[in-house]
């Protein structure tokens, strides 16, 4: 345990202390087996990675260092021990990864399928947090990564979980271990690089009318500057849907979403100089009406509303 | 929200300040249906009562203020609104009254059962903090309120949920609407008054063992002194069982069991003054020797491990 860990597991509450200045940040996220993940191709460590991958996402759309993680298990009788192993390495894997301290949480039984509840503090400075409702008009819109990865990777998984070419491989990945974007989120906090911020846990369609409607503005998105990987087109053009339409609809990518101002363009190219590989797009401009439109060079659509998971 | 939450609900994650010097306690609890409350004789009300009084309890056994909650519900499909509005309902009446803030949390469906899991953060000065592991040969073993109500109360309402006496009823209360010893576990920890503490979640066998066990000692109990109710004593023996082996098994009393030294009796003897009607009674000593005792005017016994609960 690192030595802000005052009482560690064991105990009737852990204890910690803080960063000298700083705030906490707490985020909670529940995956139910049946609803957010599937036991037949998602493998042990995958379900536990997830589950803090999840999380951890939340905090590095905050601007925040994650700290602390509590992980309840609620287990049906049946499930074997190896099962449980394998979910608890695939937290620690990815907690010593982003040096996560995991100081307590709790082991129940159930009539039902497997929950994983997985609690996360990190901590963050007053002026560096991101929150949802700082676009304005005029705002640049940008996302981190490959937007639709995750939902080609689960739809490959579900229909043959046993070979896909290299680049469904890729997307099968992002779908099983997706990689939050800790470092950029922290970056953009601590440069005051963006305006609003969260991460896509539930598809990008979703994403656009979170921050819209927290900060009281529209959006107008380029559909040709999305980023959409070569293998989700294909994969879509051969099931018969449109690619943007589907990768704006698809959950589980954990990627960051974020507007910024003009005035923060310089500082966003110095974010971009320290993300190392990972791709920031802009996506599209905000503005002083309230629509969310889809422009591509046929027509506007409108980013239609509550979509379904696919799960 | 008080002014110390800085972002609420709604955001990627709550963002709070912290007590000027005080470190963070933080706790989670799960409670799933079937396993830790049947609906068919909780309310929903008292479902929400307990998902949070679980967790004050383990916040007052650590000497510390609760603060700020999360709250995952993970919830079948066929869960009636009103059930979900009557568990939110009980949440925040007892939320109210310990100054508890509900920042965030989620809510999933589930193919299986309700699952409720409440995670709390507290706030604690640094020498006030209360673990398990500071009991000393030669303290005194102290346990707040009654023991063994809860169960009684449960064994009560699964044999006939309709009707009870007065008696009962009472054990009733203590089983559907614990009463956390938020009080107590702070002026314990402020007066350092206890060299060890922790709450009663799966009955006192159990707790002697967890403190025994954290502080390398062995304790021995006076029977006679255990604070057991008449209503509780007449049920037991109604049904043929030793009064005291089954008050000591019981689970879900959420009381306070705490050890002072000798040279602690003064400070005790003052915070006794401020809990108003909450009986605190001495029921036992801490030995040198690893064997926890139950002594009777007949005879001594082993306090069994691995009691199974009465679920």
């Known amino acids: 345990m690192p030595a802000w860990v005052v009482v560690g597991p064991g105990d009737d509450a852990a204890v910690v202390t803080h960063e000298r200045g700083a705030l906490s940040v707490l985020t909670t996220d529940v995956q139910v087996e049946g609803i957010h993940f599937d036991r037949r191709f998602v493998p042990p460590a995958a379900i536990g990675h997830r589950a803090l991958a999840v999380s951890l996402s939340d905090v590095a759309a905050m601007g925040a260092t994650p700290r602390a993680a509590l992980l309840s298990l609620v287990m049906p009788g049946t499930l074997e021990v190896d099962v449980v192993d394998g979910i608890l390495d ?12 995991l100081v307590g949480g709790n082991i129940s039984r159930t009539p039902g399928p497997l929950v994983v509840d997985m609690t996360l503090t990190g901590s963050v400075h007053p002026r560096r947090i991101l929150s949802r409702a700082g676009a304005r008009p005029g705002d640049d819109v940008y996302v981190t990564g ?69 900060s009281g503005v529209g959006m107008t998105i380029a559909a040709d500057a999305l980023p959409i990987s070569t293998g989700a087109r294909a994969w879509h053009e051969a099931h018969g849907r449109d690619p943007v339409m589907a990768s704006i609809a698809g959950g589980d990518d954990y990627e960051l979403l974020f507007t910024a101002h003009a005035t923060q363009r310089g500082r966003l190219r110095g974010v971009l100089k ?25 027509d506007d659509r409108e980013v239609p509303s509550g979509f379904e998971h696919f799960r």
């Not at 046993?162 to 992002?174: D, F, G, I, L, V």
């Open 274 to 298: 320290h993300v190392g590989s990972l791709p920031i797009t802009r996506i599209g401009v905000v503005t002083k009406g309230r629509d969310l439109v889809i422009r591509t060079a046929a």
């Open 146 to 214: 490959m937007i639709g990865d995750a939902l080609v990777g689960l739809q490959s998984l579900q229909a043959d979980p046993t070979s896909a070419s290299p680049e469904r491989e890729t997307c099968r990945e992002r779908y099983l271990r997706p990689e939050p974007r800790m470092r950029a989120g922290v970056l953009l906090g601590r440069n005051r690089a963006a305006a609003a911020c969260m991460d896509l846990s539930d598809g990008l369609a979703d994403g656009l009318r979170q921050i819209a409607d927290a």
């Open 90 to 101: 695939g937290v620690l894997a990815l907690a010593a990864r982003h040096r996560v301290a």
